[in-house]
């Protein structure tokens, strides 16, 4: 019997037109790109309250020292945007948990006094393991980037096992923070998470009037996850807001069954006005009626930890834990051979590149991150001439990070810009720096970017063509 040889002149004509890709003007359009987002004032506005509330209490106490790994647990504010609060908080308690681990391995790391190479080795396995969680149960938001920022920067913090303590206690207190801070809006906005689902399904189904048949599965998508996050709300919120929110995605699925182009003109400012109305957080909008009042409640879908168990076997799960962990590693070592002053931000340099969706994804967030390091490197660096305090450091950090949350979802270069000043003022506040650190951040970033991509063109999936559609 004949075996059959895998077309390896195949695959590497699919990576080569890869690499390619990441030198087009196409490439450099999508990280251009502005993006239209769901609300994002009022994320960005808790989350910069949840790193000001700890930041301030460190100052008060005086703490300061260990103050960023505090702001670093109170981003668990940013992760699982719009979800349904049940289940957004049984993803972001294990995520704290998982913040504060990381923190105290990092920590301990540094107490052992490990080269940085093996620490580099250690830490881009940890990657690995992080973007593996995150990715097989589906907590999104900033990613495993924040949870190795943490370990390395604990690494370089700590001397003792008292110094263990202290970063992973703050580590604990900012999660804690965090959580109740991303919680609040349950208490004034309970529908919320329901209105954004049913707001994208609804703008999913206008856009049929120009995306046609291409367009239906994306549409059916959205439905469909509307209808989850509503099931997966609080039982009280089955009210007549809810039954309202079901028939607007009944009405909906109709059109989109309908397949009929005038069926979609006739209702499209139907749904776009709706969607407008959804997207609004005050709690004195009501939708219109509409018909179809008698949509049925949908059935609670499997719990997220039945479904991500089961992904953590998940092939293309594995394979991107294993560019992570590969590029993070290469990325590392050879800044710590090039003799750059933090290698490790180059691993983070190439974990944030690999987060992409797809390889077109990949290098339009590597370009993104790129150009947004250089921005926000010179723009730290200019905060850091002035030499300033504790408090208008605060300050500037609490900014930076609000500014991040409103463009995260827009563009990606944008965010990078604000999170990069942020990650080199929180480093500065447990060790001063000079503005000479941007020059190093970009280095750093420059490497684990080129390298992260090599490593996904070298990797690419056969099916992968994304980066052909231009």
């Known amino acids: 019997m004949l075996r059959t040889r895998p077309d390896t002149s195949g695959r590497l004509r699919h990576s080569t037109g890869a690499l390619a890709h990441s030198l087009s003007s196409a490439a450099w359009r999508d990280a251009v790109e502005v993006r239209r987002a769901d609300p994002t004032i009022a994320v960005a506005l808790r989350v910069g309250t949840a790193v000001?509330?700890?930041?301030?209490?460190?100052?008060?106490?005086?703490?300061?020292?260990?103050?960023?790994?505090?702001?670093?647990?109170?981003?668990?504010?940013?992760?699982?945007?719009?979800?349904?609060?049940?289940?957004?908080?049984?993803?972001?308690?294990?995520?704290?948990?998982?913040?504060?681990?990381?923190?105290?391995?990092?920590?301990?790391?540094?107490?052992?006094?490990?080269?940085?190479?093996?620490q580099i080795f250690v830490l881009a396995l940890a990657a690995g393991v992080a973007y593996w969680l995150l990715t097989a149960f589906r907590v999104t938001g900033?990613?495993?980037?924040?949870?190795?920022?943490?370990?390395a920067g604990a690494a370089g913090f700590a001397d003792t096992a008292a110094d263990i303590r202290l970063a992973a206690g703050a580590a604990a207190i900012g999660s804690v923070v965090g959580v109740l801070v991303a919680l609040v809006p349950a208490l004034h906005h309970p529908h919320g998470?329901?209105?954004?689902?049913?707001?994208?399904?609804?703008?999913?189904?206008?856009?049929?009037?120009?995306?046609?048949?291409?367009?239906?599965?994306?549409?059916?998508?959205?439905?469909?996850?509307?209808?989850?996050?509503?099931a997966l709300g609080p039982r009280r919120l089955m009210d007549r807001h809810t039954r309202e929110l079901l028939a607007l995605l009944a009405a909906a699925e109709e059109v989109v069954d309908s397949g009929d182009h005038d069926t979609i003109v006739a209702r499209r400012d139907d749904f776009v006005r709706f969607e407008t109305e959804l997207r609004r957080v005050r709690r004195d909008i009501e939708i219109p009626s509409v018909d179809g009042s008698g949509a049925p409640v949908v059935e609670r879908p499997d719990g997220f930890v039945r479904?991500?168990?089961?992904?953590?076997?998940?092939?293309?799960?594995?394979?991107?834990?294993?560019?992570?962990?590969?590029?993070?590693?290469?990325?590392?070592?050879?800044?710590?051979?090039?003799?750059?002053?933090?290698?490790?931000?180059?691993?983070?340099?190439?974990?944030?590149?690999l987060q992409g969706a797809n390889y077109r994804h990949t290098v339009a967030r590597a370009i993104q991150r790129l150009v947004g390091n250089a921005v926000g490197a010179l723009l730290a660096a200019g905060l850091l001439v002035?030499?300033?305090?504790?408090?208008?450091?605060?300050?500037?950090?609490?900014?930076?990070?609000?500014i991040t949350e409103m463009y995260v979802t827009r563009n990606y270069a944008i965010a990078t810009v604000f999170v990069t000043s942020m990650a080199l003022l929180l480093t500065a506040i447990a060790e001063p720096l000079g503005p000479g650190i941007g020059v190093s951040r970009v280095g750093d970033t420059l490497v684990g970017v080129v390298i992260g991509v090599i490593v996904a063109a070298l990797t690419i999936d056969r099916h992968d063509r994304h980066h052909l559609e231009v």
Do not use: N
């Open 193 to 230: 998470p329901a209105r954004v689902a049913t707001a994208r399904a609804l703008a999913s189904v206008a856009a049929l009037e120009t995306d046609g048949a291409t367009g239906v599965p994306a549409a059916r998508t959205e439905i469909a996850r509307a209808r989850d996050v509503i």
């Open 386 to 402: 002035l030499d300033l305090d504790y408090w208008p450091m605060v300050v500037a950090i609490v900014l930076c990070q609000t």
């Open 307 to 353: 479904q991500g168990v089961r992904a953590l076997r998940d092939r293309a799960i594995l394979v991107g834990v294993g560019r992570v962990a590969l590029a993070s590693l290469l990325s590392g070592w050879f800044a710590a051979a090039a003799g750059l002053q933090h290698p490790l931000w180059a691993t983070m340099g190439a974990m944030a590149a």
């Open 52 to 118: 000001l509330v700890v930041l301030v209490a460190g100052g008060l106490l005086g703490y300061t020292q260990v103050a960023g790994f505090a702001a670093l647990g109170a981003l668990c504010a940013a992760f699982v945007r719009y979800e349904p609060y049940p289940r957004l908080v049984a993803k972001l308690v294990p995520l704290g948990i998982g913040m504060v681990g990381y923190t105290a391995f990092g920590a301990a790391l540094g107490v052992l006094g490990l080269s940085v190479w093996i």
């Open 142 to 151: 900033p990613g495993p980037v924040v949870l190795i920022f943490a370990a």
